[in-house]
C-alpha cells in the first residue's frame, strides 16, 4: 500500500500530462515552421500594415494574396486593405466622368475648311463700286457669296481636351476599385514572375483562376518582369500598365484587375495624400450630402 502511494505521489498528473502533451505539439510546430522557413517561404500568413488615415466606422476589406509562378492557385496570405480606397458606395456618376473625359481628351478633330483669305481666286473688284445700282461687292470669294470662303469654320486641329477636377478624379478611381473589388475582379499577387515566356502559361493560368477572358496586370515600376512582358505582349486581351498609369477606362475595360504588394501600397499612398490635403475641404464641397 506504502508503494503504490509513493508511486502515485510521483506519477504525473492530468494537467501535467496535458502540459507535457502541448509542449510536445508547441515544439513539432516550432520544428514545421523552421523548416517552411528554410525553405524559403518569408510571406506571413496575415499581412498586417499600419493604414495611413484609419477609419474608425468599422469597415474592413482583406484580401488573399496569391501566386503566379504555378498554375495552381496558392494562397500566401492576406493582407488588410484601406476601406477609403477599396470599401467605399461607388458613384456611378463619377464613374461615368471619367469615362466620358478620356474618351474625350483623346479626340482630334482634323477638319479644316478655307476662309476667304486662303480660297482661290477673288482678287478682282467683281464691278464697279458705283453706278450700277447694285451693293457694294470687294470680292467673289466673300462669305455671303456662293463658293466663298467660310467665317469661323472648324480649324484642324481641333481638341476636345479639358482637365476633370481633381475630386471627381479621386472619387472615380476609389469608386472603380471598389466595384472590383465587391465584385471578386480584384486579384492582389506577391510578385509578377511566372517561370516561361510561353503566351499559353498565361491564358492557362487566367482559365485555371476563372479571372475571364481580359486582364489587366499592375505594378509598382514600368520596366515589368522579362517573362510577362513577352508573354503578354503575344495576348491582345493582357496588358501590364505601371501604377501611374492606373485609370477607370482601363480598369472597366478589362474583366480582372491584378494588383501587385508593392503596387497596392502606392495607390494607396498616393490616393489618401490627396484626399487629406491642405485644401481638402474646398475639394470635398461637391460630396455634402446635407445640401439643400
Same mark, same amino acid.
Given at each position: 500500500?506504502?508503494? #503504490?502511494?509513493?508511486?502515485?505521489?510521483?506519477?504525473?498528473?492530468?494537467?501535467?500530462?496535458?502540459?507535457?502533451?502541448?509542449?510536445?505539439?508547441?515544439?513539432?510546430?516550432?520544428?514545421?515552421?523552421?523548416?517552411?522557413?528554410?525553405?524559403?517561404?518569408?510571406?506571413?500568413?496575415?499581412? /498586417?500594415?499600419?493604414?495611413?488615415?484609419?477609419?474608425?466606422?468599422?469597415?474592413?476589406?482583406?484580401?488573399?494574396?496569391?501566386?503566379?509562378?504555378?498554375?495552381?492557385?496558392?494562397?500566401?496570405?492576406?493582407?488588410?486593405?484601406?476601406?477609403?480606397?477599396?470599401?467605399?458606395?461607388? &458613384?456611378?456618376?463619377?464613374?461615368?466622368?471619367?469615362? &466620358?473625359?478620356?474618351?474625350?481628351? #483623346?479626340?482630334?478633330?482634323?477638319?479644316?475648311?478655307?476662309?476667304?483669305?486662303?480660297?482661290?481666286?477673288?482678287?478682282?473688284?467683281?464691278?464697279?463700286?458705283?453706278?450700277?445700282?447694285?451693293?457694294?461687292?470687294? /470680292?467673289?470669294?466673300?462669305?455671303?457669296?456662293?463658293?466663298?470662303?467660310?467665317?469661323?469654320?472648324? #480649324?484642324?486641329?481641333?481638341?476636345?481636351?479639358?482637365?476633370?477636377?481633381?475630386?471627381? &478624379?479621386?472619387?472615380?478611381?476609389?469608386?472603380?476599385?471598389?466595384?472590383?473589388?465587391?465584385?471578386?475582379?480584384?486579384?492582389?499577387?506577391?510578385?509578377?514572375?511566372?517561370?516561361?515566356?510561353?503566351? /499559353?502559361?498565361?491564358?492557362?493560368?487566367?482559365?485555371?483562376?476563372?479571372?475571364?477572358?481580359?486582364?489587366?496586370?499592375?505594378?509598382?515600376?514600368?520596366?515589368?518582369?522579362?517573362?510577362?512582358?513577352?508573354?503578354?505582349?503575344?495576348?491582345?486581351?493582357?496588358?501590364?500598365?505601371?501604377?501611374?498609369?492606373?485609370?477607370?477606362? /482601363?480598369?472597366?475595360?478589362?474583366?480582372?484587375?491584378?494588383?501587385?504588394?508593392?503596387?497596392?501600397? #502606392?495607390?494607396?499612398?498616393?490616393?489618401?495624400?490627396?484626399?487629406? &490635403?491642405?485644401?481638402?475641404?474646398?475639394?470635398?464641397?461637391?460630396?455634402?450630402?446635407?445640401?439643400?
Amino acid at each position: 500500500m506504502l508503494r #503504490r502511494l509513493v508511486i502515485g505521489a510521483f506519477r504525473p498528473s492530468g494537467c501535467l500530462q496535458g502540459a507535457a502533451r502541448l509542449s510536445t505539439i508547441a515544439e513539432t510546430n516550432t520544428a514545421e515552421v523552421e523548416q517552411i522557413s528554410a525553405e524559403g517561404f518569408q510571406s506571413p500568413m496575415i499581412v /498586417s500594415r499600419d493604414l495611413e488615415f484609419p477609419t474608425n466606422d468599422g469597415r474592413s476589406r482583406m484580401a488573399w494574396v496569391e501566386n503566379m509562378d504555378t498554375v495552381q492557385e496558392k494562397k500566401l496570405g492576406m493582407v488588410d486593405l484601406h476601406p477609403d480606397i477599396f470599401a467605399i458606395p461607388p &458613384r456611378i456618376d463619377m464613374i461615368h466622368s471619367n469615362i &466620358r473625359w478620356q474618351q474625350l481628351y #483623346r479626340k482630334v478633330n482634323l477638319v479644316q475648311v478655307n476662309n476667304r483669305a486662303e480660297m482661290r481666286g477673288g482678287g478682282r473688284k467683281p464691278w464697279q463700286q458705283k453706278g450700277l445700282g447694285k451693293a457694294r461687292q470687294g /470680292s467673289i470669294r466673300a462669305p455671303q457669296w456662293v463658293h466663298g470662303g467660310k467665317v469661323h469654320g472648324p #480649324r484642324a486641329p481641333t481638341t476636345w481636351f479639358y482637365m476633370l477636377p481633381l475630386h471627381t &478624379r479621386l472619387y472615380g478611381l476609389r469608386s472603380t476599385l471598389s466595384v472590383k473589388m465587391a465584385q471578386d475582379d480584384l486579384h492582389i499577387v506577391n510578385a509578377l514572375d511566372i517561370p516561361t515566356n510561353d503566351p /499559353s502559361y498565361l491564358e492557362e493560368l487566367a482559365e485555371e483562376r476563372l479571372w475571364g477572358p481580359s486582364v489587366l496586370f499592375v505594378d509598382d515600376t514600368d520596366v515589368a518582369p522579362e517573362n510577362i512582358a513577352v508573354a503578354a505582349d503575344q495576348i491582345k486581351h493582357m496588358n501590364i500598365i505601371p501604377v501611374y498609369g492606373l485609370n477607370v477606362f /482601363s480598369m472597366l475595360k478589362h474583366d480582372t484587375l491584378v494588383l501587385t504588394l508593392s503596387a497596392v501600397e #502606392r495607390i494607396e499612398k498616393q490616393l489618401l495624400f490627396f484626399m487629406h &490635403r491642405s485644401d481638402r475641404a474646398k475639394l470635398s464641397e461637391i460630396f455634402k450630402t446635407d445640401q439643400v
